[in-house]
């Protein structure tokens, strides 16, 4: 018998439909009701992880606690449920197939031929069920990346299929997420495409218990008992997941669908009389009727892909709501940043935030935007890459080290600034080989993020290579740029800030990585009330 009942959730029609949002959503209304939860993502791609991947082609690479370059619907999971996750909360094809290859090296098989059933297929449903042995969780929620019909997800279907039967009756259903097209010449919505997918779900032996459809208009009563009679559902499980305005809807339209009922009932849960959504409703409204507005400059070198930036962007909608205050994001290409674009539109900016990232390409746009928001005291966020130009800048134009650099961008520039950990030296491989994970962090009393966090000790997760070099640190100090928070064990700069501005302050960690909707990060909240408090200086 298991110990936890288990979700899994599918994909059909058409990649991109949100299948990361709705499992959080659910997983949210089920943690409501007083359920514990948790949820997994199986991604069908052969890197060991996305860490090696270019944000171009996966967006943001999301880091977890315990070290892990994960997906980024982990970063909705946890901002969903403020639940942490781990390595064991993303698996992809590649770490299978490691796991796999590494044991048959050793032996293990014993002389048998391996092959993809059934010794990938158990690899899988062993990481399926690890989690179960791992937490006390009432519910597992197992989101299986890619569309249904794909080459390469059809071990992770199959696994599904046998792990129902072992699972056995009410312990497990399959929801199916779907989209319904609505063709405007015909002023119809299709359900087509949905019975194919369904149908080609069923031929790899598995039924869908639930249907959640993805459409831009209201699904008729009609269209339902379509569904349900030509895809083998009931009525009440073909749930309507109409577009929203912001992500954050998605658990209350779900709500109103039932979902979380019916999907108790099928597991034979308890429904409890109550949900728990007030905090979560409280912040929707916040979110959609703000009473303040600002606009930020968001500057990096991969804005034309929004996924890039994912949970900077979370985090400032947090922070946003918390203000009461509708944060406007322009995307600016640190590429292309010239003399007129830091004149006419970066100067007039409530908040400058300069985003991580890898490499040479844009740092110039970069180092110019930070050069303006200080000198007009624009309120200024460095993260990571961000924080790093800062100390360039500062070097260069108040030091007077006209070279200053990083040694990621120029190996044998005469002012190391930033510089490569000792440790990170003789490393070659790039797969998992960064600072990664979460570090703890000391904060000096006198400092504005120690007013900030209000608490001595904090801890952030990290994902560089690079640091400040502590050879230049007293100049920094001497001309006002702080070193205000460092590693309690290896003394390493993790925050910096200009005593001399309202709010200038650089880190050498991912803050965005811990914001959650009932947790908005301090130094986020904190940002945006101070671009909030400059614009009004301004008027
Ligand atoms: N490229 C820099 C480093 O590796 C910054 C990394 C980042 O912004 N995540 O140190």
């Not at 991604?43 to 999301?62: F, R, W």
């Not at 590649?94 to 050793?106: A, D, F, L, S």
């Not at 500062?394 to 490569?420: Q, W, Y």
């Not at 991912?510 to 909030?532: D, G, I, M, N, R």
Request: include cysteine; charged fraction near 25%.
């Amino acid at each position: 018998m298991s110990k936890s009942k288990f979700i899994f959730v599918t994909g059909g029609v058409s990649s991109s439909l949100g299948k990361g949002i709705i499992s959080a959503s659910l997983a949210k209304l089920l943690q409501a009701r007083g359920f514990s939860v948790t949820i997994q993502k199986f991604d069908p791609y052969i890197n060991v992880d996305p860490g090696t991947l270019n944000p171009y082609e996966h967006g943001e690479c999301y880091v977890t606690e315990d070290g892990a370059e994960t997906d980024l619907d982990l970063g909705h999971y946890e901002r969903f449920l403020n639940v942490k996750t781990s390595q064991a909360n993303n698996v992809t094809t590649g770490k299978v197939y490691q796991t796999v290859i590494e044991k048959e090296r050793k032996g293990d098989f014993l002389g048998k031929t391996v092959q993809v059933i059934p010794h990938i297929t158990n690899e899988i449903k062993r990481r399926i069920r690890l989690l179960e042995e791992k937490g006390s969780f009432d519910v597992i929620i197992t989101e299986i990346g890619g569309t249904v019909g794909d080459i390469e997800s059809l071990p992770y279907i199959e696994s599904v299929r046998q792990l129902r039967w072992e699972l056995g009756k009410n312990n497990s259903l399959v929801i199916h997420l779907t989209l319904v097209p609505y063709l405007s010449a015909a002023k119809e919505l299709k359900t087509k495409p949905t019975q194919h997918s369904v149908k080609t779900l069923m031929e790899s032996g598995i039924t869908a218990d639930i249907l959640v459809c993805r459409t831009e208009h209201e699904i008729s009563d009609d269209i339902k008992n379509k569904l349900a009679l030509f895809c083998n559902v009931e009525v009440d499980s073909v749930i309507q997941s109409i577009d929203a305005s912001t992500i954050y809807e998605v658990p209350l339209l779900m709500k109103n669908e039932k979902l979380d009922q019916v999907v108790l009932k099928k597991l034979d849960l308890k429904i409890s009389n109550g949900t728990n959504l007030e905090k979560w409703s409280s912040f929707v409204d916040r979110l959609k009727f703000p009473k303040n507005k600002i606009k930020i400059g968001l500057i990096g070198k991969y804005v034309e892909l929004q996924d890039s930036y994912k949970s900077i962007l979370e985090s400032l909608i947090h922070a946003g709501s918390e203000n009461e205050t509708q944060v406007e994001v322009v995307s600016i290409h640190s590429e292309y940043i010239d003399e007129k674009q830091i004149k006419n539109e970066i100067c007039k900016l409530d908040g400058v935030l300069v985003a991580p990232g890898f490499g040479s390409r844009g740092i110039e746009g970069k180092i110019e935007a930070i050069k303006c928001a200080r000198e007009e005291n624009i309120p200024f966020f460095g993260i990571c890459l961000g924080m790093q130009m800062a100390v360039i800048e500062f070097s260069r134009n108040i030091l007077g080290l006209k070279d200053a650099n990083s040694t990621e961008m120029e190996e044998n520039t005469p002012h190391p600034v930033i510089a490569l950990m000792e440790n990170q030296k003789n490393i070659t491989n790039k797969g998992g080989t960064m600072r990664l994970g979460s570090w703890e962090c000391k904060i000096e009393s006198n400092s504005k993020v120690s007013e900030i966090y209000k608490s001595e000790i904090i801890s952030e997760r990290h994902r560089h290579r690079w640091e400040l070099n502590d050879n230049y640190r007293d100049e920094l100090n001497k001309k006002g740029l702080k070193s205000c928070g460092t590693n309690p064990e290896t003394g390493l700069v993790e925050i910096i800030e200009l005593s001399s501005n309202d709010w200038f302050i650089g880190v050498q960690f991912h803050p965005e990585y811990k914001s959650t909707v009932e947790c908005p990060h301090p130094l986020f909240v904190s940002f945006v009330k101070a671009c909030l408090n400059y614009k009004k200086s301004k008027n």
